[in-house]
């Protein structure tokens, strides 16, 4: 039911960018490759399209979606205004992993919005996203292309994984580059403000914005309103095994997963691990990201882990957790930490 359309991203083939691009016009849905994660499309202007986007992923209406695009000029058609930081930030990190949340013009279906009064817009760098964008020419709604609170798929696999016989095509583009979500920056109250941390990292907006927020938590909320960022939920971007995320001193954290893995082992529990290449963990179940310093490489093998982690059978996930100071690192630590749900060991 769900066509696979294998694309090489070094010279994605116009015939069949073409076909995608037909099934958005016409209101299907395709997730493709973007330089962040897979993306569930819908052509963004079209309602009933974009509902199809929340009934396949069992995605709640009140989170709103990003609509993609494929160059600034069509901007404008979407917000109701624009200002030198929005061209100064485009200029700089457009195509990129940076979504820009901004006041948004009446052309824009309250089901992409979730009723806000803003809409957030990004223009993807992949080659096979920015080929789709050219040959549909019209603006492309899209979410994550996982099940609501699964984690986000860096492959074609995971999209079939979580929505073979629910979408109607998959583009099979490779892996993702970056493997974490756009950085969402607001920039519609007075402080430009950080919703959700992604590879345009804080000291890379600092270049352009001299203040720049960064929201941690979730705001208090009316019941019903639209959540601003679904980043914001506790849970979020979780595999099916529960997840424990270990932070402190990073002997004191190996030593104390190898204990806690001893004891489910015990308890008839098999735990997977994920590590960093050089942690001295040994068994079956360790998954390693890449040099603990190296947070680009942990960040693109980090949803891969944890849904293979979850592919082998394992009962509970033990994750140790990554510099989190500066960088990618504020990424990576935020999408562990809502993973684990709370369940935060403190070594
Ligand atoms: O890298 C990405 O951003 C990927 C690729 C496919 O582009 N997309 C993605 O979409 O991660 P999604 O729907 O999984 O996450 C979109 C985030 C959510 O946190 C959502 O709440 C926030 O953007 N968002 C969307 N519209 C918003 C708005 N008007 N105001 C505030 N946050 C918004
Ligand atoms: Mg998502």
């Known amino acids: 039911m769900t066509a696979i359309l294998i694309i ?8 069949a960018i073409t076909r995608a691009a037909e099934v958005l016009r016409s209101g299907g849905l395709v997730a493709f490759p973007t330089e962040t994660v897979y993306g569930l499309g819908a052509h963004a202007l079209d309602r009933a399209a974009v509902r199809r986007i929340f009934e396949a992923k069992g995605r709640p209406s009140t989170d709103p979606l990003i609509v993609h695009v494929g160059s600034v000029t069509e901007l404008s058609a979407l917000v109701s205004r624009t200002s030198a930081t929005v061209e100064a930030l485009a200029a700089r990190f457009w195509p990129g992993p940076l979504t820009l949340v901004l006041p948004r013009s ?3 279906p309250d089901e992409v919005t979730a009723g806000l ?14 080929a789709l964008l050219d040959a549909a020419a019209i603006p492309i709604a899209a979410p994550s292309a996982n099940l609501f609170s ?6 074609a696999a995971h999209v079939l994984e979580d929505l073979d016989g629910r979408i109607d095509m998959v583009i099979d583009g490779g892996p993702t580059i970056v ?46 309103e639209a959540m601003r960022s679904p980043g914001l939920l506790d849970k979020h971007y979780s595999p099916r095994a529960p997840l424990t995320l270990y932070e ?6 190996v030593a104390r997963m190898t204990e806690d893995a001893r004891v489910h082992a015990h308890n008839g529990r098999t735990a997977g691990i994920v590590a960093a290449d050089d942690d001295p963990f040994t068994g079956e179940h360790v998954v390693r990201l890449g040099p603990g310093s190296d947070l680009a490489t942990v960040a693109s093998r980090l949803y891969a882990a944890l849904r293979d982690l979850d592919a082998s059978g394992v009962d509970v996930i033990l994750v140790r957790s990554f510099p989190a100071d500066a960088g990618l690192g504020l990424a990576v630590h935020d999408r562990l930490r809502r ?6 060991v403190h070594c």
Not at 117 to 130: C, G, K, N, Y
Not at 184 to 208: F, H, K, Q, Y
Not at 248 to 253: E, P, T
């Open 150 to 155: 699964r984690p986000s798929p860096t492959r």
């Open 179 to 224: 493997g974490v979500e756009s950085t969402v920056l607001d920039l519609s109250g007075n402080v430009p403000t950080i919703l959700r941390p992604g590879a345009v990292t804080r000291e890379m907006l600092n270049e352009i914005l001299p203040r720049v927020m960064w929201r941690a938590g979730a705001p208090a909320r009316e019941s019903g």
């Open 339 to 344: 993973a684990a749900a709370g369940r935060i």
């Open 8 to 15: 090489d991203p070094e010279a994605p083939d116009a015939a």
């Open 248 to 253: 402190g001193d990073a002997s004191a954290v």
């Open 106 to 108: 009446p052309a824009v």
């Open 117 to 130: 009064e803003t809409v957030a817009i990004r223009i993807p760098s992949h080659p096979v996203a920015r």
